[in-house]
């Protein structure tokens, strides 16, 4: 059995058509490659400004940290020169009291002699 002149034609249009397929599935494939590259990079941009917006938030909470201790060390510094500036005055008050002491014992030595003294005058002046 032969193949007869329009089976033969139709053979070669259905080739020319699956070739035409063929060629725009080939096209459509590249088409998606790139489209595929594309959305890859636009991710990747994406992730590299998102990841870029943390790391400048994180760094604008450092600095606002950084200030924080910095004040922060500022008033210990001026709460450190209060209390030194407390303790020598508290020192000196403190000499100042053992002064006193010391001053009130040697009155009261002077007394106690004193006492003793009257004591015995008027002993003797009673005898």
Same mark, same amino acid.
């Given at each position: ?14 080739? $020319? ?6 060629? /725009?599935?080939?096209?459509? =494939? ?32 450092? $600095?606002?940290? =950084?200030?924080?201790? /910095? ?10 020169? &209060? ?8 020192? &000196?008050?403190? =000499? ?29 002046? &009673?005898?």
């Amino acid at each position: 059995m032969g193949v007869s002149k329009e089976e033969s034609q139709l053979l070669k249009e259905q080739s $020319a058509t699956t070739e035409q397929i063929l060629q /725009q599935t080939s096209y459509l =494939q590249q088409q998606m490659e790139t489209s595929i590259s594309h959305i890859q990079r636009v991710a990747e941009e994406t992730t590299i400004e998102t990841t870029l917006g943390t790391v400048e938030h994180q760094r604008q909470i450092v $600095a606002d940290v =950084q200030s924080n201790m /910095q004040e922060h060390l500022q008033s210990v510094q001026q709460l450190m020169l &209060e209390l030194s500036s407390y303790s020598q005055v508290l020192g &000196e008050q403190m =000499q100042h009291h053992v002064t006193q002491q010391s001053e009130l014992k040697t009155h009261s030595v002077v007394l106690e002699s004193r006492i003793s003294s009257l004591q015995q005058t008027v002993r003797a002046g &009673e005898q």
